[in-house]
């Protein structure tokens, strides 16, 4: 069940500054695609058509959302220190930038590198001699020894009960179907396909909830990411500033994070909230007649909160319900605030409690009504997990190990859809299991034909 | 009195046939020893061949040019396609065979082969000089010259026959066991251990009562195992019945539980878990109220039958009592009780992947004495040391197959790499690429390669590639070919599949999970007559490839992804010992299997992957 140990050929990035500390982060990618993969995120020159060794700034970018303001230096294949292509790019040190954009990196093609991986492929390449590859064996030891360590400190608590669970459950899925396939002609009786979906919708609960513990593990250390989204009238920045103002606790200790470029973050009930791109906001451009549009769109799928604000005074019930309608589709959570109570006409006032019950009545000019609005932000984005950090998965190769079992238990679903065979099945249910066991350990055929001798009847 | 053979093959079995066949069709000369000349290519246990996973086997040893799959074809007399209702990787062929008639169409085919030669006597031992075999010694103190020997010395070796409390010396029922080689290679180095199988009774069929039981036929169209033309598929076949045991028959056996050579510890070989005796079952599972049993004729004519399912090696009497418990069985006569057998095996971490050992060179083992069970796995062995023996005699590169190239090569990387605790039997779940690894494709992975060693026959390349190339324009057709509604709708409603509103492709509408080309056929008129056109094997073929054409995509990249692995070469003489940064475990375990590739390497338990990327730092450039 190995199937992807040592590969030569793909592009792999890793952050190449300590986690967590310093003013900067600089992430590095190595592979054949190291360039064109990074131009996929990088606002700036085209730097496939830049040469080696230059240096160039720009932003990157996540659709149209801007993540960092950064400097991508490149290397031109052989002249690099794995003397494969390669990009450094010096990001603010914030480590929710980091992930980001390394986020963003795998999205496009990149594979998190293994412990000691890059001196490996300059070992390999030939950067170094023979002479010292006793001590490049031996770092990659003690870096593979470290990240063990890591893994398993990290695995305390919640998530490694999690994850054991899962993985249980998963091996017995796999074997009953092992079971089914290998041992046809016996008399033993089988799961039924019916109890094999709601085993695996199980599991894709499980599995979502610690893929969002990787935002949310982030969340904790970086703030909620949050939208104010309105028409240009609506009183955005009013409630912005009148937000901040309150609370009086511009939080900006992250290192490195220039406050005006890129977000405002406010401390509410000890919960930091980000608000992206409020550069953006406070132009008066961004209208929410623009949620269709696919750039806002973009930007507004990314935040976690969004406060969608309207003008009491110049806003009609079609339109609300409009706005509301648009923002359902989205998919994030929303609260609905209305503005300028202080000047509304009572009757639509009423009309509107009738018919959305749950707005929220605030002036952020008199700053009016501000600590319900607070205490329904704090509802909305569900404290508690937030506080008891439960289940929180912050390695971002075990992140994408997550990511790819999800890919394959989706997969397994599409395939009960279908009715699809169990050797077809089989296939996508070892695919998870190859990709949980990246973080949990290989689970060999083995190991699936030990649990089927252990509890079933089998053999003429 | 001998001259000096290109090859000796020790064992006249499943393995030893299979070798010698191979070795003497690629051009070497061959002395085929047995200790019986009667009883060559003996069904020592169930007159069955396939199954699932052993099936895909058999066709494999077909399409290389191995001869497993004509005898079974020659000599069987039911034909089953087991598990039609799963996908088509676990479509797997089983034949009931008449046990006399496959001993003798294998020895047929054997005096037919040109460079086999034959020798009936016990062989006691090997010549070795120098780390390198260069003949066998007899019984009678005979000395053979041979550049190879390849041993496969089934259960043969030491065996001890267990029934009840008594057991005597011996390698099946009625024959005697060898002595002498286990000793010797002891003494030259290797590593030996005692594993353990068993067979049921044989009894009269005109004492059994088949209408209390459930008949079991063949499949109404047939196919056969072979893809050459050589054999056809049955006309006539013989049906098999199931019955089962009950209460009454567990607490008949249980009464001689306390004389049963399993649990009194008399037996210390390591029996399978998959294919335990009846007492085992009953000990293991008490909640079973019954176990299935499966009454098996031994041939076209012959009144024996064989009940699968009833392996045991207690008291004749108990086994006797016990039958007779069994609905049909009430007046049961038997003809042989069961039995249990110890014998000698090899750890097979001790060989190369060519099956040559590595303390002595030049000798092959094949079979059981690597720690496997079953015909299938013996048999393919056989074919692959037989190979590599007469290719190295030529001095040719060896010929190895990769675990995504067939089941015989997961078969052998599992049992150089893992070693084997008990006797190893194959399973599709210990294929990790199985839905390419399939039976209907044998031929288009392996005959070439066949081919190119000179073991597959032009004929067979030919044929081969006509199916290849007949599948490529079908599917093409298929996807250029396109229905209208007005011809089809009809019909998809009668299938209870969604009717179509535009022209649709027939590669679209056979992705359909209800749809199957037959089905299509039925369709329309027109397109009946164009498919009927093909052969049934290239329409099952196309039909495959364009069905799950995402699946076996999705394979294929993991076998490339691996593909990296497996080419980066290790050197044999590379000195794992003396890499301080490796793990302890991985350099014992590298330095005792000596793995041909990174590959190779990365499946050896044991082996971590930090120690992969530390040793191909070493390896380097």
Not at chain 1, 146 to 155: F, K, R, T, V, Y
Not at chain 2, 85 to 113: C, H, V, Y
Not at chain 2, 346 to 360: G, I
């Amino acid at each position: 069940m190995a199937f992807s140990l040592h590969e030569k050929n793909d592009t792999i990035v890793a952050l190449a500054t300590p986690q967590g500390v310093g003013a900067i982060g600089v992430i590095r990618l190595s592979g054949i695609d190291a360039i064109r993969i990074c131009n996929k995120i990088f606002k700036g020159k085209d730097l496939e058509k830049q040469e080696s060794h230059t240096i160039h700034f720009g932003t990157i970018r996540d659709g149209e959302k801007v993540i960092d303001e950064v400097l991508v230096s490149l290397f031109i294949a052989p002249k690099s220190f794995t003397k494969e292509n390669a990009v450094e790019i010096s990001t603010h040190g914030s480590s929710y930038i980091v992930n980001q954009v390394i986020k963003l990196l795998i999205r496009q093609g990149a594979r998190p590198a293994k412990p000691g991986e890059f001196t490996q492929r300059a070992f390999l390449n030939g950067q170094f001699d023979l002479a010292q590859a006793e001590a490049v064996a031996d770092l990659i030891h003690a870096d593979s020894e470290a990240s063990h360590q890591a893994a398993l400190s990290q695995m305390r608590g919640g998530f490694s009960g999690e994850i054991q669970k899962l993985r249980n459950e998963l091996i017995h899925f796999a074997s009953m179907i092992e079971l089914e396939l290998d041992f046809t002609e016996e008399d033993v009786e089988f799961a039924s396909r019916d109890d094999l979906k709601v085993l695996v919708e199980k599991l894709l609960r499980v599995i979502e909830q610690l893929i969002g513990s990787f935002d949310l593990g982030n969340v904790i250390k970086n703030g909620v990411p949050t939208v104010i989204a309105g028409k240009p009238n609506a009183g955005k920045s009013t409630l912005l500033n009148a937000l901040l103002n309150e609370e009086k606790a511009i939080v900006s200790d992250i290192a490195g994070t220039t406050r005006d470029f890129i977000e405002d973050e406010i401390n509410i009930g000890g919960v930091i909230f980000r608000f992206i791109d409020t550069a953006g906001l406070r132009e008066t451009t961004d209208t929410i007649e623009a949620i269709g549009v696919s750039r806002t769109q973009e930007k507004m799928k990314t935040a976690s909160l969004i406060l969608y604000l309207f003008d009491l005074g110049d806003t009609d019930m079609v339109e609300i319900s409009r706005d509301i309608n648009k923002l359902e589709n989205l998919g994030v959570p929303f609260l609905k605030v209305a503005n300028k109570i202080d000047k509304a006409d009572l009757e639509f006032v009423g009309e509107l409690k009738s018919k959305h019950p749950d707005t929220i009545f605030i002036s952020a000019g008199n700053k009016e009504n501000l600590d319900d609005l607070k205490s329904r932000i704090l509802e909305l984005v569900n404290l508690d997990k937030f506080k008891t950090g439960n289940t929180i998965v912050t390695n971002i190769r075990h992140y994408d190990s997550l990511v790819k079992t999800r890919e394959s238990l989706l997969d397994v679903l599409g395939g009960i859809d279908q009715e699809i065979t169990n050797d077809f099945l089989a296939m996508d249910i070892r695919r998870s299991l190859h990709y949980l066991g990246e973080i949990t350990g290989e689970i060999t055929t083995d190991d699936l034909l030990a649990n089927i001798f252990s509890k079933f009847c089998i053999g003429k | 009195m001998f001259p000096q053979y290109d090859v000796i093959v020790v064992g006249a079995g499943h393995a030893g046939c299979e070798a010698a066949h191979a070795a003497a069709k690629m051009g070497a000369s061959v002395l085929l020893c047995t200790m019986n000349m009667n009883t060559i290519a003996q069904m020592s246990c169930n007159p069955a061949m396939g199954g699932v996973a052993k099936g895909q086997i058999v066709r494999e040893i077909d399409a290389l040019g191995g001869m497993s799959g004509i005898i079974s074809d020659k000599s069987m007399i039911q034909f089953r396609m087991l598990n039609r209702s799963k996908g088509p990787a676990m479509w797997s062929p089983r034949s009931q065979n008449d046990r006399m008639r496959f001993a003798e169409e294998w020895r047929l085919a054997l005096e037919n082969t040109p460079n086999v030669d034959f020798w009936q006597e016990m062989v006691s031992g090997l010549v070795v000089k120098d780390n390198r075999v260069i003949g066998v010694k007899t019984g009678i103190g005979l000395e053979i010259k041979a550049k190879s020997v390849v041993l496969t010395n089934g259960t043969f070796l030491n065996g001890i026959i267990h029934i009840g409390e008594k057991q005597f010396g011996g390698g099946r029922t009625g024959e005697a066991a060898a002595k002498g080689i286990t000793e010797q290679l002891v003494s030259l180095g290797f590593e030996a251990g005692r594993m353990k199988t068993g067979t049921p009774p044989r009894v009269d069929g005109r004492s059994l009562d088949f209408t209390k039981m459930e008949i079991q036929h063949g499949d109404e169209n047939p196919e056969k195992f072979s893809f050459s033309d050589e054999t056809l598929p049955l006309n006539n076949q013989r049906p098999c019945w199931i019955t089962y045991t009950n209460k009454e028959v567990h607490e008949t056996l249980e009464t001689g539980f306390d004389r049963s050579p399993m649990f009194n510890g008399r037996i210390q070989g390591l029996g399978p878990r998959y294919c335990p005796s009846i007492e085992d079952k009953i000990n293991r599972f008490a909640e079973r109220e019954r176990h299935q049993i499966f009454v098996e004729p031994e041939g076209w004519n012959t009144v024996e039958i064989y009940v699968n399912g009833f392996s045991t090696s207690l008291p004749e009497d108990v086994q006797y009592k016990a039958m007779q418990k069994i609905p049909g069985f009430e007046n049961a006569k038997m003809f042989r009780p069961g039995y249990a057998i110890e014998y000698d095996f090899f750890p097979p971490t001790q060989l190369k992947l060519t099956l040559e050992t590595q303390l002595v060179e030049n000798l092959y083992f094949a079979g059981q004495i690597n720690g496997t069970t079953g015909y299938e796995e013996a048999a393919s062995q056989g074919l692959i040391a037989g190979i590599n023996a007469a290719l190295k005699v030529n001095e040719n590169e060896p010929f190895l197959l990769k675990r995504s190239d067939a089941y015989i090569g997961v078969l052998i990387d599992d049992l150089i790499n893992k070693g084997t605790e008990e006797p190893y039997r194959m399973f599709t779940s210990r294929a990790e690429f199985r839905l390419l690894l399939r039976q209907d494709n044998a031929d288009l992975r392996l005959t070439h390669l066949g081919h190119k060693i000179g073991l597959a026959d032009d004929k067979r390349l030919e044929k081969t590639l006509d199916k290849k190339d007949e599948t490529a324009k079908l599917i093409n057709d298929l996807k250029q070919k396109r229905l209208a509604p007005e011809q089809i709708n009809e019909g998809l409603e009668e299938f209870e599949t969604a009717t179509i509103k535009e022209k649709i492709t027939i590669e679209k509408l056979l992705k359909r999970p209800q749809m199957g080309l037959e089905k299509i056929m039925e369709l329309d008129e027109d397109i009946k007559i164009y498919l009927s056109k093909y052969p049934k094997e290239v329409l099952e073929q196309a039909e495959i490839q364009i069905k799950y054409e995402s699946y076996l995509l999705k394979e294929q990249q993991m076998v490339e992804k691996l593909s990296n692995m497996e080419d980066f070469k290790i050197p044999l003489s590379f000195d794992y010992l003396s890499i301080p940064a490796l793990s302890a475990e991985g350099k014992q375990k590298l330095h005792k299997i000596r793995p041909d590739t990174l590959g190779q390497a990365s499946r050896i338990s044991g082996v971590s992957p930090a120690d992969l990327s530390i040793l191909t730092v070493y390896l380097g450039r």
